[in-house]
Nanobody, 114 residues
């Protein structure tokens, strides 16, 4: 499974951004897809995940502001980010789980600043 993320950007506080991640390869074996982020000087943290059955999970810090979804072809995962805050600034990476193996895409920079 290969993952390609896009949608980096610079937005003002309160703004929105919608990065996406396209999976290719054995996409029918994917159990879940998700987004992580890593801010400078901090550990990588889970942002949101969505399973093949559509179950979603979010970090407490983004609940009510971010929404994770998958495209109709199930090979794309989106992260709709609303009401962005400066503390959301980070490199966002997508991942996909296939049985016991995790695959990672490259990160995409999200900067929230006035």
């Amino acid at each position: 499974v290969q993952l390609q993320a896009c949608g980096e950007g610079l937005v003002q506080p309160g703004g929105s951004l919608r990065p996406s991640c396209l999976a290719s390869g054995s996409i029918f074996s994917i159990n879940y897809m998700g987004w992580y982020r890593q801010a400078p000087g901090k550990q990588r943290e889970l942002v949101a995940t969505i399973t093949s059955g559509g179950s979603r999970d979010y970090a407490d810090s983004v609940k009510g502001r971010f929404t994770v979804s998958r495209g109709n072809a199930k090979n794309t995962v989106y992260l709709q980010m609303n009401s962005l805050k400066p503390e959301d600034t980070a490199v966002y990476s997508c991942n996909a789980g296939v049985l016991t193996v995790e695959y990672w895409g490259q990160g995409t920079q999200v900067t929230v600043s006035s």
